[in-house]
């Protein structure tokens, strides 16, 4: 299953990241430890409180997760059905139960708000969803929240 997943973590520098790589998560738990702990190794300095996981799988649907500090995280699927699916994103959806269930095939699942304070109110990540490609999707999120080189430097 070709993925990318990339973790983002803002700190008082700016944006740092990291490849993620979501096969040794297990257990949902894993990915938001993962993310944490992908943040912390890469930041030169502290990170802030604010962990973004972007995830696209073979370019048929993208996902955002978001931690903030010790809070649940926050989850969006482009495309709920495909993402539940693959272990992947099955394991992903299992973050937050409620409110991912698939109603049909390419519905998106999950809060739409999740990057409003970054850049991509609801109803662009809606539209996203509805309509680009998934790494473009992405490169448009990473765009918004200010990180877009940083994503750029990890796809090269």
């Known amino acids: 299953m070709p993925y990318f997943a990339a973790v983002f973590a803002q700190t008082d520098s700016g944006w740092i990241a990291a490849e993620a790589d979501l096969g040794q998560a297990e257990q949902p738990e894993d990915v938001t430890d993962l993310m944490r702990e992908a943040a912390v190794e890469a930041a030169a300095d502290t990170p802030g409180e604010i962990v973004v996981l972007l995830?696209?799988?073979?370019?048929?649907?993208?996902?955002?997760?978001?931690?903030?500090?010790?809070?649940?995280?926050?989850?969006?699927?482009?495309?709920?059905?495909?993402?539940?699916a693959s272990g992947l994103g099955g394991l992903i959806a299992e973050l937050v139960a409620?409110?991912?269930?698939?109603?049909?095939?390419?519905?998106?699942?999950?809060?739409?708000?999740?990057?409003?304070?970054?850049?991509?109110?609801?109803?662009?990540?809606?539209?996203?969803?509805?309509?680009?490609?998934?790494?473009?999707?992405?490169?448009?999120?990473?765009?918004?929240?200010?990180?877009?080189?940083?994503?750029?430097?990890?796809?090269?």
């Open 55 to 84: 995830v696209e799988e073979n370019d048929t649907w993208f996902g955002v997760v978001r931690v903030d500090g010790e809070d649940d995280p926050r989850i969006f699927l482009s495309d709920a059905a495909a993402a539940q």
């Open 98 to 156: 409620d409110g991912l269930e698939p109603k049909a095939d390419g519905d998106p699942a999950g809060d739409p708000a999740v990057l409003t304070d970054l850049g991509t109110d609801a109803d662009r990540l809606l539209g996203l969803a509805e309509r680009a490609v998934p790494t473009d999707a992405l490169a448009d999120l990473a765009e918004h929240a200010g990180f877009a080189e940083e994503l750029d430097a990890l796809r090269a």
